[in-house]
Structure formats: C-alpha cells, structure tokens
C-alpha cells in the first residue's frame, strides 16, 4: 500500500489532445477485433506551464484532435494509472502466496530426494542381510 501512496503523490491526471487517428478494431484479427487500446502520438500540458507530446494509448477508432484523460508522472510524461490500495494488496498478497508456494515445492523436493536416496540405502543393506542369511542357512547358497 506504500507503493500506492507512493505512487498517486508522484502523479497526477491531465488531459491529452490526440493528434492522429486510431486504427479501428479489425474483425479478423489475432485480437479478434477487441477493443485493445492503439497508440497514438498526443500532445498535453504541463503543469507548470509548457505542452509536451509523445504516444498515449487509446480505444480503437478514436479520431484526432479528441481530448484523452492521462496519467503523468513528476517529469510531465505518460505513466501509467497508479495502483489503487486493493490492487497494491492483491499484488502483494499473491507474491507472498507464490513464495510460500515456492519454498513448499523445495522442501517438498528435498523430502521426495532424501526419501529416494534413504530407500536404495535400506534396499542395499536388506540385500546385504538376505544373501548373509541365505549363506547361514545354506552351506550351497549361491553356487551353481
């Protein structure tokens, strides 16, 4: 939730003016025509006065000279939204669950190959103890 805090104190919103059309969303295509947002090159204002432009992204079809809401960050260029606090939650919420999930597949793993390597040990020595045994109880064992 730091990060969030963060992040809304080192952005703030404006509003960009595109200064080219957007491609329509396609039928057909890989993205199946959705509405994937477009880059386009757009042009805003600073805070401190002054215009800047660069690429914004924007819905399919958009024409120019519409005005785009943005995200800017402390120098005046485009930055994404800022994480909202349930966001910032989730995302640490799941890179903990992902680290336990981790750490569990280890020790899982070092359990599987102790356990594996434990077991040709005891079959080794059973193998040992039955040919031992099979000579005690045979003065024959083992001849051909």
């Known amino acids: 939730m730091d990060i ?3 992040q ?13 059309a957007a ?3 396609t039928v057909g295509t890989a993205d199946g025509g959705s509405a994937v947002p477009k880059a386009v090159t757009a042009r805003w204002e600073l805070p401190g006065g002054g215009q800047r432009s660069g690429t914004v992204n924007v819905a399919p079809g958009t024409a120019a000279g519409t005005t785009v809401p943005v ?7 485009v930055a994404a ?3 909202r606090p349930g966001d910032a939650l989730a ?13 569990a597949i280890g020790v899982a793993s070092l359990v599987a190959a102790a356990r594996r390597i ?10 040992r103890e039955w040919e031992r045994f099979g000579r005690r109880q045979s003065p024959h064992f083992g001849e051909s």
């Not at 434990?118 to 193998?127: P, T, V």
């Open 71 to 77: 995200w800017l960050d402390q120098n005046g260029n």
């Open 23 to 25: 491609p329509s969303a």
């Open 91 to 103: 995302m640490a919420l799941a890179v903990g669950m992902l680290a336990w999930g981790i750490a």
């Open 81 to 83: 939204a800022p994480l």
């Open 8 to 20: 809304m104190a080192q952005r703030h919103t404006s509003s960009a003016v595109t200064l080219a």
């Open 4 to 6: 969030s805090r963060q």
């Open 118 to 127: 434990l077991g040709r040990a005891r079959a080794h020595r059973w193998d």
